[in-house]
């Protein structure tokens, strides 16, 4: 069992849909990440939260350390929200350990 | 600057060339990384520079030699590298010891080995 679990793996959605996207973790963790990825390309971190709820725009992340889970929510979502999405749990000093990530495909 | 920048982006090598990656940040971060990230999988750590010095070399072949001449620079030096050395390979850097930092990614160097 990986230490990082997202769900689901992928997601289709129409524009305008609320999405959800899960991780859960089984470690101690001292930060999670939610990080998003577009093909080919270089990885950008939206959320780094070591307890309660952020936002961002149209994205809300929040965590919940009791339950080691967190869950990344945009609202009204855009077909450039289309992307793949990570979790991904800082550990013991400086290493990150990810999810497998979950493909978010928003069509117009 | 908030960025860390990679060059090349892309860079096809055959297995008998020697190639450098290059990695540059003026975050002042004093930890840079090396990710290596298959298609459809999560990134892979590779190694990790603190203040400078080498503190994590995930069993890493040989054939990859990391350098960090300096804090603002990483550099990953390939050498014989094989076709399923093929892959994304990501900078990032952080501050180290500072458990609520974040991290800051480049966008990736594509390396081809054919």
């Known amino acids: 069992k990986n230490e990082v679990e997202q769900s689901p793996q992928n997601l289709t959605a129409q524009e305008g849909e609320f999405i959800t996207i899960n991780c859960s973790y089984s470690?101690?963790?001292?930060?999670l990440h939610w990080l998003q990825q577009h093909p080919g390309g270089g990885i950008v971190s939206l959320f780094m939260l070591s307890s309660g709820k952020k936002k961002h725009g149209r994205l809300i992340a929040t965590i919940n350390i009791q339950e080691k889970h967190s869950s990344l929510h945009i609202t009204a979502s855009h077909p450039r929200d289309s992307a793949v999405y990570i979790c991904?749990?800082?550990?013991?000093?400086?290493?990150?350990?990810f999810g497998e990530g979950t493909q978010l495909t928003v069509n117009p | 600057d908030t960025e860390v920048t990679q060059t090349p982006k892309h860079l096809v090598m055959g297995m008998t060339n020697k190639k450098s990656l290059k990695c540059e940040q003026h975050m002042g971060h004093r930890a840079m990384y090396w990710y290596k990230q298959k298609a459809k999988k999560p990134p892979e750590l590779m190694f990790v520079y603190s203040y400078e010095k080498l503190s994590i070399n995930e069993s890493v072949p040989s054939r990859f030699s990391p350098e960090c001449p300096n804090s603002s620079l990483l550099n990953l030096h390939l050498h014989a590298l094989q076709p399923e050395d093929s892959a994304l390979y990501l900078c990032?850097?952080?501050?180290?010891?500072?458990?609520?930092?974040?991290?800051?990614f480049g966008s990736g160097t594509r390396l081809t080995v054919v």
């Open positions: 991904a749990v800082k550990t013991s000093g400086s290493r990150l350990t």
């Open positions: 990032a850097s952080s501050q180290p010891r500072d458990r609520f930092y974040g991290y800051t």
């Open positions: 470690v101690g963790i001292s930060a």
